[in-house]
């Protein structure tokens, strides 16, 4: 069983929320909180196995619940929102969330996207993947945030499947393009990670277009 904690301020969005994951078989919805603090209050109590967290929600925002949750190593964390302005879509990945997805989003895609974040895997809304990338494309080319030099502990293949990663690709998508099993895509993603100290593999993502790599 997969087990949910939904932070979400509005009673009757977050009812709804829990009605969609408690339609699957294999989700727990494991407790409730309507704001940020006892959102993270909950996740230390409870431990889930992932949050999914509003936004924008009273007394701690979603970023910030989220940046705790993820530190402490909580629980993986969902983001859902109404919003896809880029200050949230950035906030919550640079917070370590890992994945976004828009409040409009299909009962069988949400459901979908908790299975994909709990298997381990990234996920980003199509529609917040578009205007990351049409962010990227827009920016002129310039020093790169992130320092260059911090790849030099990867390995080829690592970097290989960081390069996956920034192009969004999946578990599978990569065992496929670089011919390895999957569970060994899982061990370098893991040890990639672990090398450039990073919470997520979205995080991974947006270093590698950081990067250019």
Do not use: W
């Not at 962010?135 to 320092?147: G, I, L, M, N, W």
């Not at 502990?153 to 496929?176: D, P």
């Amino acid at each position: 069983m997969i087990r949910v904690l939904v932070a979400e301020d509005q009673s009757a969005v977050r009812a709804g929320l829990v009605l969609i994951l408690r339609s699957a078989p294999d989700i727990e919805v494991v407790g409730e909180a309507a704001d940020g603090e006892q959102a993270v209050a909950l996740a230390r109590e409870l431990r889930p196995d992932l949050v999914l967290m509003d936004v924008q929600m009273p007394r701690l925002d979603g970023v910030s619940a989220t940046r705790q949750v993820v530190a402490e190593g909580l629980a993986d964390v969902l983001v859902l929102t109404t919003f896809d302005l880029d200050a949230y879509v950035f906030g919550a990945l640079r917070a370590g969330a890992s994945g976004f997805l828009l409040k409009n989003t299909e009962a069988k895609d949400l459901i979908a996207a908790v299975r994909t974040v709990a298997r381990g895997e990234g996920l980003i809304a199509p529609a917040v993947t578009r205007r990351l990338i049409a962010e990227f494309a827009a920016t002129p080319v310039r020093e790169p945030s992130a320092d260059p030099s911090a790849l030099e502990v990867l390995t080829r293949r690592e970097r290989e499947v960081l390069s996956c990663l920034g192009e969004g690709l999946s578990n599978a998508e990569i065992a496929v393009r670089l011919d390895m099993a999957e569970a060994t895509v899982k061990t370098h993603v893991s040890r990639l990670l672990g090398k450039l100290e990073l919470r997520s593999r979205v995080q991974a993502a947006v270093l590698a277009q950081e990067l250019g790599v």
